[in-house]
């Protein structure tokens, strides 16, 4: 089967806790469900500079895009204890189908 998860997902670990050998296989993007924000404070040199975490300073510009984010394309393989043909499956950020 192949899925599809975020940078860092804890997804991938799962499926090997489920006995299936996990491959990554590729990078591509994907739309979020959601907009993301991004806060821009003005730096010394007057530019504008992501947010960092702890930043007293005050928000200058919330800019807000279009959720695009980059995804692990993974392959999972070989389950130790299911059938020996397993089902087609889709995963795609975390919802199994």
């Known amino acids: ?3 599809e998860a975020l940078p860092g997902s804890a997804l991938p670990a ?15 993007q994907r739309i979020l469900p959601n907009a993301v924000a991004q806060r821009f404070v003005v ?5 504008l500079v992501p947010v ?5 300073a005050p928000v200058t510009v919330t800019a807000t895009n279009a959720g695009i984010a980059a995804v692990e394309q993974e392959s999972a393989s070989g389950q130790t204890n299911g ?15």
């Open 14 to 28: 799962q499926i090997v806790a489920l006995g299936y050998i996990v491959e990554k296989v590729g990078e591509s």
């Open 83 to 97: 059938p020996s043909k397993p089902e087609s499956r889709t995963i795609t950020a975390g919802c199994m189908t």
């Open 52 to 56: 960092t975490e702890g930043s007293t």
């Open 43 to 47: 730096s010394s040199s007057c530019a």
């Open 1 to 3: 089967m192949r899925f």
